[in-house]
């Protein structure tokens, strides 16, 4: 798991020690009554520190894409935005002096907490589901499977071909049962496809044709239910690695958010002054 | 005599090949009055027949090309088009679809050719026919039905037939493979197996043959061949296939009747012998000279140079060859011509003395001479080249340096000797350093000139075999032995090639010989408590077996190939005899062998020790010398890995995919593995796949995009991909107008280079956001892989 890893455990102990320094600085100077609001010493060395630190977790995007880069490894880069990530809204908060008053500064806090919660969220789902993904993978690749799929598909299409017109609905029927809807990818988020049983109630399909076609049919329910197997464990697969995909779709857009209210509220201190 | 004789001529040409063309445009440029013959209705048969756009060679490059006749590397028809319109433009007398069918020597001199219906007289003659010869016929009925050929033109208009193709070489494989996919093809072979072929040609054949695409029917002949179908004839019954298209490719006969009718002598029996010509072309007939392929120097340029040159010395002028500047340069130590320089080379190195000096020529060209001072470097232990190494003058010393121990001098080498046989032999790094005694001069001949001379010169290899084993000797068993005492123990080894997977001998056998691996890799195993123990895996240039020299010992492990593999056998009673002779040999001999027994019984005593290693062995993952492993329960499958090594390659093409071999958690995707001795070096004609000191396999800029090196590389792991242009801003716009670029589907070979121009190593290590990715050289395989292993992952 990558965050185990004992070269780059530096980065959570670096994040502590910040946390430590900047939370006793926090308590000495509010014991001493120095502390008001962002705007006084201590709280504006926190605030520029918090953006500043902002701004380097964003530069992650860059150095990601950054191909030649020989500044450090990209395990390293991601070891330290997990982390310093963390630390961020901590130094916000304090930062904040505990006091939620301007819209604009409270909605920049809000929009990091989401950014740091789905990146807490990224890096369990990091840590959680390759393992999980090689399971369901074993010797087969999602390829493998849908080549594997398709002469499933091919055989039950041959079945069915010059059969009566209740053994071809059956044949439809089944076969739209494993066929991807819209947002097929989306809907597979949220809905486990191991719980789903195949197969169930299918018995009784028997009786809907002649007698002679029976047989076949039979052959065809057999094709069918380890068609939907191998279909779910597709769908597991596919799961497992929207999953791993999916929560940048929130954590970006999020960051991006950010940057727009961090440069508002940068702005806005500035103009109406630092000391309110 | 048919016809009448027309005027004499001062010279008549056979065969309107490269070398014919360059020979009739020097005797026009002269105003010789001359004539050329060509038996087919085109110019360069040879040529002619090959595939439709396939890419004509102008190797070798260094040498300058005499005369006039337009040649440089490209496609057939652009080749083929330079000449045409250099024979138009010219008006050169060349008579095609006329077949020369008599050289008749006359008692005064000159010669009477008979061709096409008219007899001619000439002063000289000039043979430039090529190799092609007439093809060789089945004896079957029916060949000569219209849908019954010798030549594929173009595989891409054949779609959807059913064909036969007969014959096992190189060209047959070649027409079989190209049509097999899109057509039903089946191949004729009249032996048991392939035996003549490219060993990948094979490989490919038969998988093609499992993957259904291809039938090869073996130990087969032709006994019919009718329109539509074709009945063979096979060792247990007869078929009848179905054949809209019949290619026969089963060979040509060469031209060596004809030329001995005319009188001209061969240097020998064999297929590999040569006409026997001085040095200006001119066969044992006085005025029949001989040039291009038929010479059996078969590269164009050479053959262009001497159509050239031969009209010049028929003149009566002495022409320098054209390699004679490259080579004296190459040469720099002897003095006159380059002919005398090599026949004094060949005195003071006895193994040069052994092969031909016209063939000498060829090996020099890319020779380097090299001046070492005292104490200085010639090639250090555990380098990755591979080149041979000969001494011109001085002395050098060879030092190894066993694992973990001391380096220490194993040998002088004099002037006139040679070294780096262990490397070129085995394909693995250089196993001792050699430094400069004194100031010494070393020429470097590169690993693939080496090789085509030990390919045409048997004696030079089998000196470069005994010299390879009796190093061997020297370095495991006989240290201060010197080489003329272990010459009689060589003498006595003979070589034996082995398949993979089979069992050299088993466990209790009777011990009756002792092997040194040459090339390949075996398996070491012992049975115990009813499984196999694997003790170790050896690579090429071990020994193993050694305890069989003892009397009465039995095989105390069984040894198995786990690639095909070649092995220099000693039987015991040669042994024996050796040491009768040397009985103060026995006792050292003897301490090593307890050397050897107690290491094996240590290695029993380690339990579960290549466990991982064993899975990787049988994936052959082991022979890679920096593998690529990902780590799938760390792998996020962001796919980064393979965007890093698309952004930094300027071709904007990956080297690598995340498919490949699995075990446990671990792949080793389908990426180079470095191999310790790379196939994909096999084979490269413009010899842009090579290897640095450092063992990193690269591709150079001059690929000629063949694929042979993709189909040689037995773990998928070169690709062959279109080249992406460079692009600019206005990219479109001028794609608009011309029509996009054609680059007529030229293909390069790409490969993992190990990033080896960007700083900070692999891209892909370094970019991957979870350290999954990992690189191992072989050191590093155990230790590493048992930390990162997890069993109980699915398999």
């Known amino acids: ?276 | 005599m048919e016809g009448t004789v027309s005027e004499r001529l001062d010279l008549v040409i056979v065969g309107a090949g490269p070398a014919g063309l360059s020979a009739a445009h020097r005797a026009q440029a002269n105003g010789l009055a001359y004539l050329l013959f060509e038996r087919a209705p085109h110019l360069a048969d040879t040529i002619h027949c090959y595939q439709k756009r396939k890419h004509v060679m102008a190797e070798p490059s260094l040498i300058p090309q005499l005369g006039e006749l337009p040649f440089e590397a490209g496609r057939r028809e652009e080749v083929l088009g330079g000449w045409q319109g250099f024979v138009d433009e010219h008006g050169l007398a060349v008579r095609l679809g006329c077949e020369v069918s008599a050289v008749e020597p006359q008692p005064g001199g000159g010669f009477l050719v008979t061709a096409g219906g008219e007899t001619h007289e000439a002063a000289h003659v000039v043979v430039a026919v090529g190799t092609q010869g007439n093809p060789r016929k089945l004896g079957a009925p029916g060949e000569d039905l219209p849908h019954v050929s010798g030549r594929l033109v173009d595989p891409a208009e054949v779609e959807d037939e059913d064909v036969v193709v007969v014959g096992a070489g190189d060209s047959a494989l070649e027409v079989a493979l190209a049509l097999a996919g899109s057509n039903r093809v089946h191949l004729v072979v009249r032996g048991p197996e392939i035996v003549r072929a490219k060993e990948s040609l094979e490989r490919e054949a038969l998988q093609r043959q499992a993957g259904g695409e291809l039938t090869i029917h073996f130990s087969t002949t032709v006994a019919r061949v009718e329109a539509g179908s074709v009945e063979l004839s096979g060792a247990e019954d007869d078929v009848t296939v179905a054949a809209q298209r019949v290619y026969l490719k089963i060979g040509a006969v060469a031209p060596r009747g004809w030329l001995e009718a005319m009188g001209v002598e061969f240097s020998g029996q064999g297929r590999e012998a040569n006409p026997r010509l001085d040095h200006r072309y001119q066969s044992s007939v006085p005025g029949l000279h001989l040039i291009g392929a038929v010479t059996g120097r078969d590269l164009i340029r050479l053959g262009i140079n001497q159509g050239y040159e031969v009209v010049e010395h028929i003149l009566g002028r002495d022409v320098e060859p054209a390699d004679e500047a490259i080579l004296k340069e190459r040469l720099p130590w002897w003095s006159g011509t380059v002919r005398e320089r090599i026949a004094e080379l060949r005195r003071e190195v006895p193994i040069l003395g052994r092969a031909d000096p016209e063939v000498l020529r060829e090996t020099f060209l890319t020779v380097e001479p090299r001046d070492y001072a005292d104490g200085e470097e010639i090639v250090r232990q555990w380098d990755y080249t591979d080149s041979f190494l000969v001494i011109a003058g001085g002395r050098v010393a060879i030092r190894h340096r066993p694992e973990g121990g001391q380096e220490r001098q194993v040998a002088t080498l004099e002037a006139g000797q040679f070294f780096g046989e262990m490397s070129l032999i085995s394909g693995r790094r250089r196993n001792a350093t050699a430094v400069s005694v004194g100031p010494s001069r070393v020429m470097e001949i590169p690993r693939k000139a080496i090789l085509k001379l030990l390919a045409v010169a048997p004696e030079v290899k089998a000196e470069v075999d005994r010299a390879f084993l009796i190093r061997a000797f020297q370095g495991y068993l006989f240290p201060d032995l010197a080489e003329d005492v272990l010459w009689p123990l060589a003498r006595r080894a003979h070589l034996v090639t082995v398949d993979k997977d089979e069992v050299l001998f088993a466990e209790g056998d009777p011990g009756d010989a002792f092997y040194l691996l040459r090339s390949g890799m075996v398996k070491v195993a012992k049975q115990s408590g009813g499984r196999e123990i694997v003790l170790s895996y050896l690579v090429s240039g071990n020994f193993f077996g050694e305890t069989a020299l003892l009397p009465d010992t039995p095989r105390t492990a069984s040894v198995s190939t786990i690639f095909k593999s070649e092995l220099i056998r000693l039987d015991r009673a040669d042994f024996d005899a050796f040491l009768a002779e040397h009985p103060e040999l026995k006792g050292g001999f003897l301490d090593k062998l307890e050397e050897r027994r107690v290491a094996t019984l240590k290695a029993e005593a380690t339990p579960g020790s290549g466990d991982v290693l064993s899975d990787l062995i049988r994936e052959e993952v082991v022979i890679g010398t920096d593998a690529l492993i990902i780590d799938d329960y760390k792998c996020v499958r962001c796919s980064n890995c393979i965007e890093a090594c698309e952004g930094v390659h300027d071709d904007g093409q990956a080297r690598l995919s995340l498919t490949g071999i699995k075990f446990y958690n671990l792949l080793a995707p389908n990426s180079c593995w470095q191999c310790e001795n790379p196939l994909c070096m096999l084979d490269c004609p413009p010899d842009a796949i090579v290897r640095d000191p450092r063992g990193e396999v690269y591709i150079k800029e001059n690929c000629i995009g063949c694929g042979n090196c993709e189909a040689n590389c037995p773990y998928d792991n070169i690709f062959m991909v279109h080249p992406e242009p460079k692009r600019h801003l206005f990219s479109w716009l001028f794609d608009l107008v011309r029509g996009g670029d054609d680059d007529g589907g030229r293909q390069v070979a790409v490969k993992c280079d190990l990033c080896r121009d960007v700083d900070g190593g692999p891209a892909c290590v370094r970019c991957c956001p979870t350290g999954a990715a990992i690189r191992l050289t072989p050191d590093e395989y155990r230790a590493r892989l048992e930390s990162i292993v997890v069993r109980e992952g699915a398999v």
């Open chain 1, 1 to 276: 798991m990558f965050l185990s890893s004992a070269k780059n455990r530096r980065w959570r102990w670096v994040a502590l020690l910040l946390f430590a320094a900047a939370l006793a600085a926090y308590l000495w100077e509010r014991a001493s009554g120095r502390f008001q609001h962002g705007g006084s010493v201590l709280g504006l060395v926190l605030g520029v520190a918090a953006a500043v630190l902002v701004v380097w977790l964003l530069f992650f995007a860059v150095r990601k894409r950054a191909y030649k880069s020989t500044l450090g490894t990209l395990e390293g880069w991601l070891h330290a935005h997990v982390w310093l990530g963390v630390l961020s809204a901590f130094l916000v908060l304090l930062h904040s002096g505990f006091r939620f008053e301007d819209k604009v500064a409270l909605s920049a806090f809000l929009v990091l907490l989401g950014v740091v919660a789905t990146g807490v969220l990224g890096a369990y789902l990091y840590q959680s589901l390759p393992r999980r993904l090689t399971g369901v993978e074993s010797n087969l690749t999602g390829e493998e499977i849908s080549a594997d799929l398709n002469r499933m598909a091919a055989s039950m299409a041959r079945l069915a071909s010059g059969r009566s017109a209740d053994f071809q609905r059956i044949h439809v029927a089944l076969l739209a049962e494993s066929t991807p809807r819209a947002l097929a990818g989306w809907r597979l988020l949220f809905t486990s496809p191991q719980a789903r049983e195949g197969g169930k109630g299918w018995e009784g399909l028997l009786g809907r044709v002649e007698s002679g076609e029976r047989e076949d049919l039979r052959r065809l329910l057999v094709l069918a239910r380890q068609h939907k197997e191998l279909h779910q464990r597709l769908a597991v697969q596919q799961r497992y690695r929207n999953l791993l995909d999916a929560w940048l779709w929130l954590h970006v857009p999020l960051s991006l958010a950010l940057v727009v209210l961090l440069a508002a509220h940068v702005g806005a201190a500035l103009y109406w002054g630092i000391d309110w």
